[in-house]
């Protein structure tokens, strides 16, 4: 017996942590809704879209996929901390060049760096279709979005980049109601905002 534990007993622990899934859906959610306004044609890029992708986009679901990991959840901790670090690479893309660290990314570059982002979100869109429709709607028009802005810097078509815009806007929206129904169907012990789980 060592400090009182049998030999060969094995001790669990129940650690009783909060959901940190809101806090990362609400970090890509109000940071994607912001860029693709822009996007849309409503005004340029500027530092309150760079600010909040490095820090409510970026950290802010770093620590929520950190979060993730402390609670056994492989999408939670792959989906936000992935998306917390494109959020982090995409404001540096626009930082370095302002602080004459390199050159502007060429389209071309933006284009493959949109494609992969989009393939990759495409795998965590099928592994939605065990978890919920509100994650299905997200990472569907998350991907979609990713390809649309691949294809326009590609083409260098004004016209997709703001059918882009608008349709990153639903993305985003999307995942601001996923977050927020989690919080507050959790404050009330009910369901008041139907998330859709998947039985």
């Not at 099928?126 to 802005?149: D, E, K, W």
Request: proline share 5%; glycine share 12%; hydrophobic share 55%.
């Amino acid at each position: 017996m060592s400090n009182g534990i049998p030999e060969g007993k094995k001790i669990a622990f129940n650690e009783i942590t909060a959901n940190p899934a809101p806090l990362g859906l609400l970090g890509f959610g109000m940071t994607t809704v912001l860029l693709n306004i822009h996007n849309a044609g409503f005004f340029p890029i500027n530092p309150m879209i760079i600010a909040m992708g490095i820090f409510y986009g970026g950290l802010a679901q770093v620590v929520a996929g950190i979060m993730e990991w402390k609670k056994n959840n492989t999408f939670g901790t792959t989906a936000f901390t992935s998306y917390g670090f494109f959020w982090l690479s995409f404001a540096a893309l626009n930082l370095l060049p302002m602080m004459g660290l390199g050159e502007p990314t060429a389209p071309e570059a933006m284009s493959a760096y949109l494609f992969m982002w989009g393939l990759f979100t495409l795998g965590l869109f099928i592994a939605t279709l065990r978890i919920s429709r509100a994650l299905q709607v997200v990472f569907g028009s998350l991907a979609l979005l990713f390809f649309l802005l691949a294809i326009g810097d590609f083409t260098g078509s004004e016209m997709v980049i703001t059918v882009a815009g608008y349709e990153g806007i639903i993305c985003g929206f999307s995942a601001v109601y996923a977050g927020l129904a989690q919080v507050i169907n959790e404050v009330y012990g009910k369901t008041l905002m139907p998330l859709g789980e998947v039985k």
